[in-house]
């Protein structure tokens, strides 16, 4: 009845937007063979409500909690819908500033001055929900919310293990991200550092990185938190000799990343692609006097959309 208010696209529509827009063609989703290609078949063909509360880094607390003990969680310290709540000044600091609904909202917390600068930052976010654009539908049935976590200290260095169901199939090791040129290495699950890359906007050195005592357990870990999924992510940090959980994430740089190894990676993820789940989100309809809606007539995509998703 209502649609004329409404901008509506199918997320196969986006998914193919996206791929012309950043490979050049539409993508092959019959059998796919790269790694951005699998990863966009993941998003249509893969869906499970486990992702959206993995995806919400809050209901994930409780995930990793029952899968591997709470020991693996930094304190939580407060969870508010309010930007002006006031308790978020009562935090002993420094903490961690974080939003539970997308990718990149965390702000450390030192003084009085950083908390005020980093509420405004996020005020725009929790106002639309992430991955919109992306095709990452998970973060669309999301609450927004802002919470306060403790802060590691320094150095952190964090693992991020490339998984599928049980199976360790890379590692992407992240030092000194903390000065916002991080020095980021690929190594097997053994370790053994493999001359790849996913991102070019960051310091890949080279050589073989000094792994942690705890390198078997951050393994172990991954593999339990990854069953039952056919590709996550699962960042782990380890400050202090201590390990801990940070974050699950289905489709890293939304199947975009590198394009020189994109079909390495593609064969390194060897899935299993012989079934597809049943549908959880198909379609988007976005009104067309939202915030997101503004997002999305700016974007490169919006003509594809709109040529596309009818």
Not at 109 to 125: C, G, K, M
Request: aromatic share 10%.
């Amino acid at each position: 009845m209502f649609r004329h208010r409404e901008f509506c696209f199918s997320l196969a529509s986006l998914i193919d937007a996206l791929h012309l827009q950043e490979r050049g063609r539409l993508p092959e989703l019959i059998d796919p063979t790269t790694y951005s290609e699998k990863i966009q078949w993941l998003k249509l063909h893969d869906q499970m409500i486990e992702q959206i509360i993995c995806c919400d880094k809050l209901l994930a607390r409780t995930f990793v909690s029952q899968r591997i003990g709470k020991e693996f969680l930094l304190d939580l310290h407060h969870v508010s819908t309010r930007l002006d709540d006031p308790r978020f000044n009562e935090i002993e600091k420094p903490f961690m500033l974080k939003t539970n609904h997308d990718s990149g909202s965390v702000y450390r917390i030192e003084t009085s001055h950083d908390l005020h600068r980093s509420l405004q930052s996020v005020a725009p976010r929790i106002q639309k929900p992430y991955g919109i654009l992306t095709g990452e539908w998970a973060y669309y049935h999301i609450m927004p919310l802002v919470f306060a976590e403790t802060m590691m200290a320094e150095p952190v260095v964090e693992y991020r293990f490339h998984c599928s169901d049980r199976a360790v199939k890379w590692v992407e090791i992240v030092e000194e991200r903390i000065t916002g040129l991080p020095k980021v290495f690929f190594t097997n699950e053994a370790g053994r550092m493999l001359p790849l890359r996913l991102d070019g906007n960051v310091l890949h050195p080279g050589g073989q990185p000094e792994l942690p005592v705890n390198w078997q357990q951050m393994s172990e870990v991954a593999r339990e938190l990854s069953d039952g999924f056919r590709y996550v992510r699962i960042d782990l940090s380890k400050s202090e000799g201590r390990t801990y959980f940070g974050e699950m994430t289905f489709w890293p740089t939304a199947g975009f990343s590198s394009v020189k190894h994109d079909a390495d990676f593609g064969d390194m993820l060897d899935i299993d692609l012989s079934f597809k789940r049943p549908s959880i989100h198909s379609e988007y309809r976005i009104a067309k006097n939202s915030r997101s809606y503004r997002e999305i007539r700016r974007s490169e995509l919006y003509q594809s959309l709109r040529s596309l998703g009818r």
